[in-house]
């Protein structure tokens, strides 16, 4: 499968980082596809009080199946280009994930 090049996609003795660029107060929640390395995610809720941050760590871990605990944010709190942190998943596991939602985006 091929993804974005380069796709900011990081493997750690923690889990897998992943680059996100978030789309607060969107009309749907929904993983839309991927900008300069970065997946995007669309959200309906308003940046406030984190409200945004745990609706799009919600749509993402739904995504992939596991529990929201499972993946976390790390970096990018108050900004629109996000650090995620994934655990219970390997690099070959989110890359498999992330070409899924490539191809149905395209």
């Given at each position: ?19 996100v660029c978030a789309i607060a107060g969107s009309s ?79």
């Amino acid at each position: 499968m091929t993804l974005p090049e380069p796709l900011k996609l990081r493997e750690t003795t923690e889990g897998v980082e992943l680059e996100v660029c978030a789309i607060a107060g969107s009309s749907i929640n929904a993983l839309t596809g991927f900008r300069q390395g970065a997946l995007v995610i669309k959200v309906t809720t308003a940046p406030e009080k984190g409200r945004a941050n745990n609706t799009l760590l919600r749509v993402l871990s739904g995504t992939l199946g596991l529990s929201k605990g499972k993946v976390r944010l790390i970096r990018g709190e108050h900004h629109r280009n996000k650090t995620i942190l994934i655990s219970g998943m390997n690099l070959n596991q989110v890359t498999e994930v992330l070409g899924r939602i490539k191809n149905q985006t395209s």
